[in-house]
């Protein structure tokens, strides 16, 4: 019962927050995401794993939607298309015979609960935005607290084994035979995406002329971001976390004292890592025999069989689309591969995966919007490239379109970066100054009449 209570509680909380403002409604979506995983592993009950939808659901109703709004807007036209079109095909294969009904709408929420988001992201304005990150900034150092409490405490007082949390235990492969921190994630590499996830808003904050307190905060954000990525000890991750960071620091956009204070940042991160063997796992990078192995078995072992055998899709969480313990007996021909692209073709079929990919073509192709300059002009174009990176990486593992909260800050940003941003469209168009007088004293006219 206290599980059903957190769905409805959650629902609730991002309805009304929502209504407030969509920034609001975001942080408040966030803070039931960052703590899905550690609730979902205390309350084994089949109502936790849907708190985060239920909150999601909340926030979708908390939001004016009209055509107006989604297809008929120039500036989000395209966007609004796109995603009604990634969400019609999952929709259409729910009524298909493949799988159980309960199996397809659990698969539904793997490949089209969270594609609104992007239409979402496109409705953001700066202090959204702004709000997002300091929401974030918050949400990492709750987040390290509980992952330095793990370290030194162990996971097992925080995570209790389960069905659940087999993924956590599963992974001790840390130096000193170790586990991988999760802080209050499913798993850690939920931590270490989510914390690379923040790392683009709050680089973009820290450039917002705001006060010297929410620069500190955001600054403590990145500090406690990339200490999470070292203790998750996720390599993917760490790799997507230095690019980022490289790149902040080369791009020549930033002041020199930030700058600098950046650099400490990284110098201290390095020096912790380098003087505490269980930060260290990144490290097993420069064994390029094992890489190349475990890309082998991530990108093509099976993805052609999949194509021959089941060319119009094995039916919704017939991938294995984070289907709950409690239902996995019940997936008929389960099609198992560490491949997002091949997940999405077992499951969707060749229609849904050419769907995905023309979308990525399309999003790629935004690359000028998403560098046009403006306030949050360091923000939206690390959050593009970081969308690209992961979209390009997709293929050599699982949980593009179901991390959670990792799946909503990306599809978040990439609607973000795909559009203009909202002020710089709502401006007018400044006429010849000529003209502007004589319209200003024809509006007073107007107005005097």
């Known amino acids: 019962m206290i599980a059903a209570g ?4 959650a629902f609730l909380a991002c ?4 209504r407030r403002s969509l920034g609001l409604g975001v942080c408040v979506l966030l803070v039931f995401g960052y703590f899905y995983g550690i609730v979902r592993a205390n309350l084994l009950t089949a109502y936790s794993h849907f708190i985060f939808d239920a909150g999601l659901i909340g926030f979708y109703l908390s939001q004016r939607w009209t055509v107006k709004r989604l297809v008929e807007d120039p500036r989000t036209r395209a ?9 019609a095909w999952p929709m259409l294969m729910v009524f298909m015979p493949f799988q159980p009904l309960l199996v397809s709408l659990v698969g539904l929420r793997g490949n089209a609960l969270f ?3 992007l239409v979402l992201g496109s409705w953001l304005y700066g202090k959204d935005v702004y709000r997002i990150s300091i929401g974030l900034a918050l949400l990492n150092l709750v987040a390290l607290a509980f992952a330095g409490a793990e370290y030194f405490r162990g996971v097992a007082e925080f995570y209790p084994y389960s069905p659940v949390t087999g993924i956590v235990y599963s992974s001790s492969d840390v130096a000193g035979g170790f586990y991988r921190i999760p802080a209050i994630f499913a798993t850690a590499h939920a931590y270490g995406g989510t914390m690379v996830a923040s790392l683009p808003y709050l680089i973009g904050a820290w450039e917002y002329p705001r006060s010297k307190w929410a620069r500190l905060l955001v600054i403590l954000g990145i500090v406690a971001a990339l200490l999470g990525v070292l203790m998750s000890a996720t390599r993917l991750n760490f790799v997507t976390g230095a690019a980022i960071i490289l790149s902040t620091l080369l791009s020549g956009k930033m002041k020199a004292t930030r700058w600098i204070l950046l650099l400490l940042v990284v110098a201290g991160m390095g020096w912790a890592a380098i003087s505490n063997e269980r930060l260290q796992r990144f490290k097993s990078l420069s064994d390029t025999d094992f890489i190349t192995d475990r890309l082998a078995g991530s990108v093509n072992r099976n993805f052609f069989e999949i194509l021959m055998d089941y060319p119009m899709g094995n ?3 017939g991938g294995g689309t984070s289907i709950p313990y409690f239902l996995e007996g019940q997936v008929r021909n389960p099609v198992g591969m560490e491949n997002e692209y091949a997940r999405i073709l077992s499951e969707q079929g060749i229609i849904g995966l050419l769907a ?6 399309w999003y790629i192709g935004r690359a000028k919007i998403a560098f046009a300059r403006g306030e949050w002009t360091s923000g939206r174009r690390v959050v593009w490239c970081l969308s690209v990176f992961g979209l390009s990486t997709a293929w050599i593992g699982t949980g593009f379109l179901t991390a959670i909260p990792g799946t909503a800050i990306l599809l978040l940003g990439m609607g973000w970066t795909a559009v203009p941003m909202r002020e710089e469209a709502a401006e007018p168009r400044l006429a010849p ?5 004589i319209d200003l004293r024809r509006t007073r006219h107007v107005e005097a009449l």
């Open 356 to 361: 995905w990919l023309s979308f990525i073509v």
């Open 115 to 117: 594609l609104p988001l």
């Open 15 to 18: 309805l009304w927050a929502g």
């Open 6 to 9: 957190l769905c409805v509680f």
């Open 315 to 317: 039916g919704l969480g």
């Open 433 to 437: 100054a000529g003209r502007r007088v």
């Open 79 to 87: 966007l609004g298309w796109w995603t009604l079109a990634l969400i």
